[in-house]
């Protein structure tokens, strides 16, 4: 008979496991110190959306060719708070995608992260970030002039290599 218990048995990924559902999912950390999940919860996602859509750019390229759309990227949050494994899952094209990912990679890296019975976890994080162009007369004209002034250039271009 045996006097103590077997060790319990550990799953050896279980620190790579890669959560998309948690007890307390991650959280934006900048300048949101309530006490109350939900209500710390809500101030992260305004922050976080606040940080993003005052630090994206509209690519020229994008802007020029009329590129609209949703870019959805994703990314780990690490135990410790960190981003990792950064991937753009949609791009519309015209630079949007890129843009995103520069926006997310220059985000504080000191998220709280998910928690699953009190413990932190990793945790995939999707976010989508819309682009719209504003559509009035004036942003029009000017956008056509931006082709005609583009096609120009590449039919020079395409001259000056003929010769």
């Not at 959560?19 to 300048?31: K, R």
Request: glycine share 6%; charged share 35%; aromatic share 6%.
């Amino acid at each position: 008979m045996l006097d103590t218990l077997p060790p319990p048995i550990t799953d050896d990924n279980s620190e790579k496991k890669i959560h998309q559902t948690a007890d307390e999912v991650p959280l934006f950390s900048v300048g949101c110190e309530m006490e109350d999940y939900t209500e710390k919860k809500a101030c992260a996602d305004k922050k976080m959306l606040e940080h993003i859509y005052m630090n994206v750019t509209y690519p020229y390229e994008a802007r020029i060719n009329g590129i609209e759309g949703t870019v959805v990227v994703s990314f780990i949050i690490e135990k410790d708070g960190q981003l990792t494994n950064i991937k753009i899952l949609r791009n519309p094209g015209g630079g949007l995608g890129e843009d995103v990912e520069r926006v997310i990679k220059a985000m504080p890296q000191n998220w709280r992260p998910a928690i699953i019975n009190g413990e932190p976890v990793r945790f995939k994080y999707a976010l989508p970030v819309k682009y719209r162009l504003e559509t009035n007369e004036e942003t029009k004209k000017f956008l056509e002039e931006q082709r005609k002034q583009q096609e120009q250039e590449k039919k020079q271009s395409k001259r000056r290599k003929k010769n």
